[in-house]
């Protein structure tokens, strides 16, 4: 990513900033009123930007704590959808906004926003912050989130990817899942589980518009059928053989196996069926065990098995990914803001969400020593060695079959992939509904690639 993160980054500075600027119609401070959660004392307030899922919801029911800790300092969380908060984190960021002290980010900003001089460098802090143990971040997770080497945001939890699956629904059938399954053998099962007249779905995938959203699960699949993005001279191949019959595979299977009303359904969607029971498998985050694996949040809590991400043509096709936490360089409290980061990711709120929420909430995937916790791995027997495992077996520089010239798994490690990889990601949701073909979806998706690629020949990458 670094031999062209410079010239993007210049980009970005002269004209996409105002693009961004575009993607707010209100004020941010405007969304507070329906996201905002703390405040309210007498010391410094800080704004935490951040996407509502139920591990940061876990954070906000504990944050009395860290306030109590830290009498000078209040929180202010703006808690929105992550499409939505994408989009108000980075336009805050990219001009200089200052509305947030803290955002949620993930491997995919966070060495281009470092790169182009946006995130506070958080090294120093780590290096003086006694026992914080950067060392003990899974490894993957930190390089990730790190820019010429260092810091530059802090995991909250880490992901891959892997395949869950009901063991009582399978064994009812009389059918097992394979250690390492390919994406066919996982579509013969689907097809012999589904039994929408009983509310059971053969499987959950995402269908909802957003590069991080349906792309992340699709774009596995593009891999591992050898497709990609671009080749080595950035000439677009969305129209390859390899990409629409990844494509096809897709949108067939959610259409003929997935859940009712499949392109509106994103993770959230899927979580929810999934662990009220209604869907067979589930391919998407290994996050996802923190509410699966809930006694009391979900209906098949220790009904489940784990298996990596399925493959066709590479060995792995697990994704890599992290809900981070990082500080815009104008934060008017960057140094309280360190407060809350530190506290927020350190060892100690990994044991108080055990302690005070139920083990198998905690933040999984950003860690080593969690997995160490002897409260942690009875709780995780079933899926903590599928989650290390699948995070190390990722490697975002070499996830396709052919050589690409840009780095990422589930995404392409370039600036203008939010907006590439939304429009396109319309376009298979579109298809999803029946309103367009995969043809006809593809055809218009290369036009958008080609114009991203065509920026980048010619130079000096």
């Known amino acids: 990513m670094s031999r062209y993160l410079g010239r993007l980054a210049q980009r970005r500075r002269g004209c996409a900033v105002v693009a961004c600027a575009a993607l707010v119609a209100a004020p ?8 905002g959660l703390g405040g309210g004392g007498q010391g410094t307030t800080i704004v935490v930007a ?15 704590q860290f306030e109590r800790e830290h009498p000078g300092i209040d929180l202010e969380f703006v808690s929105l959808p992550e499409n939505e908060a994408r989009a108000k984190i980075t336009a805050s960021v990219a001009t200089g906004g200052g509305e947030f002290d803290a955002v949620m980010i993930s491997n995919y900003e966070t060495p281009q926003w470092a790169d182009n001089g946006w995130l506070v460098n958080l090294q120093p802090y780590i290096d003086k912050t006694q026992g914080y143990d950067a060392g003990d971040i899974i490894t993957p997770i930190r390089e990730a989130l790190s820019y010429k080497g260092d810091i530059y945001s802090v995991p909250f939890y880490g992901e891959s990817s892997f395949l869950a699956y009901r063991k009582d629904v399978f064994e009812k059938a009389g059918l097992s899942m394979p250690d390492q399954p390919t994406w066919q053998q996982v579509r013969g099962l689907a097809a012999k589980l589904h039994d929408p007249a009983n509310g059971m779905t053969g499987i959950c995938l995402r269908g909802l518009p957003g590069w991080g959203e349906n792309l992340a699960p699709m774009n596995t699949v593009v891999n591992t059928f050898g497709g990609r993005w671009f080749d080595q001279d950035w000439d677009a191949q969305l129209q390859s053989p390899e990409f629409r019959q990844a494509t096809e595979f897709y949108v067939d299977m959610v259409r003929s196996y997935g859940i009712p009303g499949a392109a509106a359904a994103g993770f959230a969607e899927c979580l929810t069926a999934y662990s009220q029971g209604q869907a067979a498998m589930w391919y998407d985050a290994t996050s996802m065990v923190s509410t699966v694996e809930s006694p009391a949040d979900s209906a098949v809590a220790g009904k489940n098995s784990y298996v990596p991400a399925p493959v066709v043509e590479t060995e792995s096709s697990g994704w890599l990914y992290s809900w981070s936490l990082g500080i815009p360089d104008s934060a008017s409290n960057p140094d309280e803001a360190w407060e809350f980061l530190s506290w927020v990711t350190d060892k100690k709120y990994i044991k108080l969400v055990g302690t005070e929420l139920g083990w198998e909430r905690v ?12 409260e942690y791995r009875k709780v995780a027997k079933a899926y903590a060695e599928p989650t290390l495992d699948a995070l190390n077996s990722v490697d975002p520089a070499d996830a396709t079959v052919d050589p690409v010239p840009y780095t ?18 319309q376009q298979v949701s579109a298809a999803i509904a029946g309103q367009v073909s995969v043809d006809e979806a593809l055809d218009q998706s290369q036009i958008y690639a080609e114009s991203v690629g065509e920026s980048y020949q010619g130079e000096d990458q």
């Open 28 to 35: 941010v401070a405007g969304c507070a009123g329906a996201g």
């Open 50 to 64: 951040i996407v509502s899922n139920p591990q940061m919801e876990d954070a906000i029911s504990l944050s009395d």
């Open 408 to 425: 990422g798994i589930q995404f392409v490690g370039i600036p203008e992939f939010q907006d590439l990889g939304t429009r396109v990601s």
């Open 363 to 374: 933040p999984p995937g950003s860690r080593q020593s969690t997995y160490a916790l002897p």
